[in-house]
């Protein structure tokens, strides 16, 4: 099994038929012509009701009131053609038919007002689902993660690329491929977690997923963003080349090389002083000279504005598109702004009209590809069912294989003759299981009333069914605020209960409103508002607390762990999430989670991940701090038990562009069917640069009876052990390597030495990038 196996190479080739014809097309467009398709348009949202007489401010993109403040007229914008129409269905709540029928006028709009008749690409938000009124909300990122399953991110993202066609939406602007170095940053939740490889090839799985429908992927964010300093939302990045290449540029360019996305969207972040959006050393040398990306590269919203109004590398608009159009980025989103002075940018001499030129014929190719060259082809056709029973089976499969049992005394699972209080705030509100690009929290939010726009069951309905005797309700405290009075009748619910479910955590939101999500940035790991105190004083009482966590980032348990019957983690399990949560805490679902990202001990010393060396990992006595995790990254516990053992290579020794295998066999020595994820780590004794302590090359989940045993079987090449050198050269190091096995990154069986011969070789472009597993 390759997790990067049926790749989708479906890019339109530089010289097919299809490159001609926009060749020729290109001959007769002016260069307002050409501008025009490099630019976009976002039609605005009607104000939101007041709710209790107060307006409900509420960005759903950053800077969106200030940024949007003078923005181009719709007529003005497409007077000479349109290249991208911005959300027409995420923006405000339309039922299926009303978005089609605005996208199929504003589509003729456009064809109508330019003289060569093109369309124009419609693109929408879909990391947990397409974000339209009623569309099914899959887990959020992090939830993926935690699945350790490709093929069943793959499934789901076909079904939501289905979803999108259907309403006449080419592009999707996922996935997210930033690897988490800092718990505290709001945007955990919309990534895969804390190690590269992982992501990636979670993130190739979406892509081709998504692609095979029809609907083009776009990759993000291009690239650093997660490393900034502090965990703060566009905070400057400050890691070295070798960090960069070694950690964040990998799962895109194992999405690029392995699934041929359509689009790439850049980071708002700067590279030590240099941002994304106008560095051509990212934009064009990497991702297009090094990997051989063909697609689009289109901005993150209004970042080609940030180079004037917050990076100020810009005094102008031409400047600011100069920039950016010879970095290589094709398209400025959500709206033409800065790209509406590339004309008086060629005048100037900061663009020429080549650079014009060349955006342009890469999203006239894009547009072949789609049919938009052709009149009528993007016309919205099909039977429209966004929440179909299809798609909830999927995002039910999703919630279910996410949820990650981190602790259990034998409280778990819930026998039905106890009486039992649920007490929290996360069972008061279904939104809580939906991440912050879902259209409940990102649109529906900024509207009275917690409207979600579709049917989802709320937890305690969920969990009545499970007992003999009514549950006892309380909150106990809000996601954010509490009283004391709140928690003293959590208290009082506690003591009356034989066992208290306490659910806590997070409510998705953006720029602030919400406790995780796009700006929802934290001072450090600690559960958010009074919900840490309402944690302490159930526990106080002695009743047997099952901990339940519904969240999108980590937060800190050292304080708790000891004193709970049982932890369950759940990462923002969308739509189906109540039953599936039930069904781990009933035990009719046997939990198979694996974090994707580490449970710290401690509320601060923040940032760090797995990926340390040994003075990022044990203080050696030379700090009071100690950075390593209460669950470590990869851990989950089930109701049946696995055991690895008889571990081999394939040669002690292994040339260096050679190979090795290494197997394993894994049993299930339980009563009960279960999934365990087996991992494989890599460790570098001796190396010319410091190294991280283990790192991930390879996994796969195991699907076993009770009884039943697997042969595991990873190939792995020599490529996947190089990194960065002292001369930023990619090199395969001669010398000894340790490969483990283990159910988490800490818990591995000893280490088995393989020693890589030859010299010391630089590794060119095209490298081995994943890892082959073989069940026997």
């Not at 990997?291 to 102008?316: C, I, K, M, N």
């Not at 052709?374 to 999927?394: F, H, K, M, Q, Y």
């Not at 939104?431 to 912050?436: L, V």
């Not at 988490?744 to 590794?763: C, F, H, K, M, Y």
Request: aromatic share 6%; proline share 6%.
């Amino acid at each position: 099994m390759d997790h990067t196996e049926g790749r989708d190479m479906h890019r339109t080739p530089a010289h097919s038929p299809d490159a001609a014809r926009v060749d020729e097309l290109l001959a007769t467009m002016s260069l307002a012509e050409m501008a025009a398709q490099l630019g976009s348009y976002w039609h605005p949202a009607d104000p939101a009701p007041p709710e209790n007489g107060e307006e409900q401010p509420h960005d759903v993109a950053p800077m969106e009131q200030e940024l949007s403040a003078d923005r181009f007229t719709w007529g003005n914008t497409r007077s000479e053609g349109l290249g991208h129409l911005t959300r027409v269905y995420g923006t405000a709540p339309v039922t299926p038919d009303e978005g089609r029928a605005r996208l199929d006028a504003w589509q003729a709009e456009v064809r109508a007002s330019s003289r060569h008749g093109v369309g124009a690409i419609a693109h929408e938000e879909c990391l947990t689902g397409i974000t339209a009124l009623g569309a099914t909300v899959y887990p959020a990122a992090i939830a993926w993660g935690a699945t350790w399953r490709p093929e069943l991110v793959a499934e789901m993202a076909a079904a939501i690329g289905r979803d999108m066609r259907v309403l006449g939406v080419h592009q999707g602007l996922s996935p997210l491929l930033d690897v988490v170095r800092d718990y505290r940053w709001g945007r955990t939740e919309e990534t895969c977690g804390e190690d590269p490889y992982l992501v990636g090839t979670l993130g190739t799985a979406y892509v081709r997923g998504l692609q095979s429908s029809g609907t083009h992927a776009c990759l993000k964010h291009f690239a650093g963003y997660p490393a900034s300093r502090a965990g703060r939302n566009h905070a400057p990045v400050s890691v070295g080349r070798r960090e960069l290449e070694d950690v964040h540029l990998v799962p895109f360019e194992m999405a690029v090389r392995g699934a041929a996305p359509a689009s790439v969207m850049n980071s708002y972040c700067d590279i030590d002083g240099q941002p994304a959006t106008s560095s051509r050393w990212l934009l064009t040398e990497v991702l297009r000279e090094r990997w051989g990306f063909e697609g689009t590269v289109v901005s993150d919203y209004w970042s080609v504005r940030f180079l004037q109004e917050a990076h100020r590398v810009a005094p102008d608009s031409a400047t600011a598109a100069a920039l950016a159009i010879r970095a290589g980025l094709d398209v400025e989103l959500p709206a033409t702004g800065a790209y509406a002075a590339i004309p008086e940018a060629v005048e100037r001499g900061l663009l020429s009209v080549d650079d014009v030129r060349t955006a342009t014929r890469r999203v006239l190719l894009q547009k072949a590809e789609l049919g938009l060259l052709d009149d009528g082809a993007d016309e919205a056709r099909g039977e429209v069912d966004l929440d179909s029973d299809a798609n909830r089976d999927v995002a039910r499969r999703m919630a279910e294989e996410s949820v990650v049992l981190l602790k259990n005394d034998g409280a778990l699972p819930l026998r039905s003759g106890f009486r039992a209080a649920l007490i929290g705030p996360s069972w008061t509100d279904p939104r809580a299981f939906m991440g912050c690009y879902s259209f409940p929290n990102h649109v529906l939010s900024r509207y009275p009333g917690k409207q979600v726009g579709l049917p989802i069951r709320a937890l305690d309905e969920a969990l009545e069914s499970l007992f003999d005797e009514p549950l006892t309700k309380v909150a106990g405290s809000g996601f954010t605020e509490g009283s004391d009075e709140e928690i003293a009748e959590a208290v009082a619910a506690a003591r009356g209960a034989e066992v208290a479910i306490l659910t806590v955590g997070d409510i998705a939101g953006l720029f602030g409103v919400g406790t995780s999500g796009e700006g929802c940035d934290v001072v450090d790991l600690a559960l958010p508002g009074r919900q840490g105190e309402l944690v302490e004083a159930v526990l106080a009482t002695g009743t047997p607390t099952v901990l339940v966590l519904i969240t999108g980032r980590p937060y800190a348990l050292g304080e708790y762990a000891d004193r709970c019957a049982a932890i369950v983690q759940a990462f923002m399990p969308g739509v189906e999430g109540a039953d599936a949560i039930a069904g781990v805490l009933s035990g009719r679902v046997n939990p198979s989670g694996h974090l994707p990202i580490a449970i710290p001990a401690l509320r601060g010393g923040q940032p760090g991940t797995y990926l340390a060396p040994t003075l990022g990992w044990d203080s050696h006595g030379i700090s009071n701090l100690d950075p390593r995790p209460l669950y470590p990254f990869g851990f989950g516990l089930s109701y049946t038990s696995f055991r690895h053992f008889d571990a081999a290579v394939s040669a002690p020794t292994m040339t260096n562009d050679g190979s090795v295998d290494y197997a394993v066999t894994i049993t299930n020595d339980g009563d009960r069917p279960g999934s365990d994820v087996v991992q494989l780590y890599l460790s570098d004794p001796w190396a010319e640069v410091v190294r991280p302590l283990k790192q991930l090359v390879g996994y796969v989940k195991v699907d076993l009876e009770p009884g039943e045993s697997r042969r595991v079987t990873f190939t792995l090449h020599a490529d996947r052990t190089s990194f960065t050198g002292t001369d930023h050269h990619r090199i395969v190091e001669p010398g000894e390597i340790l490969l483990s096995v283990g159910h988490d990154s800490e818990d591995r069986l000893e280490p088995i030495a393989v020693e890589i011969t030859g010299e010391r070789r630089v590794v060119g472009e095209g490298r081995v990038l994943t890892t082959p597993v073989r069940l026997g």
